[in-house]
């Protein structure tokens, strides 16, 4: 749990300064749980650049309620929480000199989103709020106002959570949490998971991951994990603490998630980094008298291939589809093996290909057309899904024939501006394993998916 904060002050010497005005957010990493919002008298008087700065000023302060009448809101809601803001030594000093004035200590783990962005999202021209937040297409109101900020500061750390592909955020949130010994009532964790599509991190007490997943339902799949019987299951009940989970609303990006950070945090219950994932692979040749010819074979031919698949019989029920809809010849594809017409010439469902009729032109053409579907080699394009929210949807990013990342965005906003875009993404591996995935799901899901080329 975080408590996402922002604070405006009076100005004037370092320690002496007072709270104007303060936002506090409680964030769980998907949703805002509870906020606080108000102006503070600071019992001072607040410096004039200050009031030009934030159009703060005494007479709006006057009947706002002083440091001490808050001070056990603040306490509550940001209890068991990770101390979140823009530059978080100013406001957690800010708060804790506030407490010390009271005699009352506040301690709190920190996070600087600053500091977290210029980790995550290196090579920006600025890194105040301000600047930072316009670069990345984030709406903000009320900038240099408590609230404004701090409803900011939530987008951006939202932004910089889904980049953590390494998880140091998450692992961090769980160990201060410290939810020990809670194993022994895995009902409990069950009960806090969504029936949503996401990938899921199993934890050990010391916040470590021990396995990750992902489910289009995460609760009923950890309850598959606390329940089952093999080998896998019983060490997940025997080592868990705590489990985190990540919303993704799109199969598609929970799969790349899972595969991405797999690799990256090579959880000791999850098989040695994943073996690839996929079996089968589809190439091409052309024949002596220049047809194009496909054919499966196993994936691991130097040349690249037009797509892969997970097992020799989804890479044959696809070449029997695209027979169909392409009216491509079954001899030439690899599912028919004779040495003169095949079975669909004789039933006139074939143009002829197989003994030279159809023209290698006309023929040609028609693989070429399912080649530019299937294949992304040279291609630029973006790969709409689901998003999280309702007005909210997932892209996964293709430049020049290579997955460069994916990530959120609002309806009708980012997605028009391709450089926004491409820093908001979370960068990813352009490997075999997640090539396979995006080039399997578009195959499955080609209808519904929106593609955009750019």
Do not use: W
């Not at 600053?114 to 903000?140: F, N």
């Not at 932004?159 to 592909?165: E, G, R, V």
């Not at 079954?330 to 079975?343: A, E, H, P, R, V």
């Not at 143009?351 to 992304?376: H, P």
Request: glycine share 4%; net charge positive.
């Amino acid at each position: 749990m975080y408590a996402i904060v922002d604070i405006e002050t009076t100005g004037g010497k370092y320690n002496e300064e007072g709270i104007t005005e303060i936002a506090i957010y409680q964030y769980d990493g998907y949703k805002i749980t509870d906020q606080f919002i108000s102006l503070v008298n600071p019992e001072r008087e607040i410096q004039p650049f200050v009031v030009n700065l934030t159009g703060i000023n005494s007479n709006m302060l006057r009947n706002a309620p002083k440091f001490y009448e808050v001070a056990k809101r603040i306490v509550e809601i940001t209890e068991d929480c990770i101390f979140v803001a823009h530059n978080s030594s100013f406001d957690y000093r800010i708060l804790k000199t506030e407490f010390n004035r009271l005699g009352f200590p506040f301690k709190r783990k920190t996070l600087c989103t600053v500091e977290l962005s210029k980790q995550l999202i290196p090579d920006m021209q600025s890194y105040s709020l301000g600047k930072l937040t316009r670069a990345l297409g984030i709406p903000v109101s009320d900038r240099h106002r408590a609230d404004g900020d701090a409803k900011a500061t939530v987008k951006l750390f939202k932004l910089l959570l889904d980049k953590d592909i390494k998880k140091k955020i998450i692992k961090q949130s769980v160990k201060t949490e410290q939810r020990s010994k809670i194993a022994s009532n895995l009902k409990s964790i069950i009960e806090e998971l969504p029936q949503e599509t996401g990938v899921y991190y199993i934890h050990n007490e010391q916040g470590e991951i021990i396995y990750i997943g992902k489910s289009n339902n995460i609760k009923k799949r950890i309850t598959q994990h606390f329940t089952g019987s093999n080998s896998k299951s019983k060490k997940i009940r025997t080592l868990v603490a705590s489990v985190s989970y990540e919303r993704t609303g799109s199969e598609l990006v929970a799969l790349l998630k899972e595969s991405e950070e797999i690799k990256k945090n090579k959880p000791i219950l999850n098989r040695a980094l994943r073996r690839t994932i996929f079996t089968h692979a589809l190439y091409q040749f052309i024949d002596k008298h220049g047809y194009i010819n496909l054919q499966i074979d196993k994936a691991n031919r130097k040349e690249e291939p037009i797509t892969t698949f997970t097992n020799r019989q989804s890479a044959k029920s696809f070449m029997f589809n695209i027979a169909d809809t392409y009216e491509l010849c079954q001899k030439l594809i690899g599912l028919y093996k004779t040495n003169s017409s095949c079975f669909k010439y004789e039933v006139k469902e074939c143009n002829g290909a197989c003994i030279q009729e159809e023209s290698v032109e006309a023929y040609n053409k028609k693989i070429q057309a399912l080649i530019q579907t299937y294949s992304y080699e040279n291609k630029n394009m973006l790969i709409i899904d689901r998003g999280r929210f309702i007005d909210e949807r997932s892209v996964v990013v293709i430049e020049n024939g290579r997955f460069k990342g994916l990530g959120f965005f609002d309806l009708n906003h980012q997605i028009n501006n391709p450089e926004v875009l491409l820093s908001l993404i979370t960068p990813m591996t352009n490997n075999k394993d997640n090539q396979h995935i995006i080039q399997s799901y578009v195959r499955r899901n080609n209808k519904r998916l929106k593609i955009i080329k750019f």
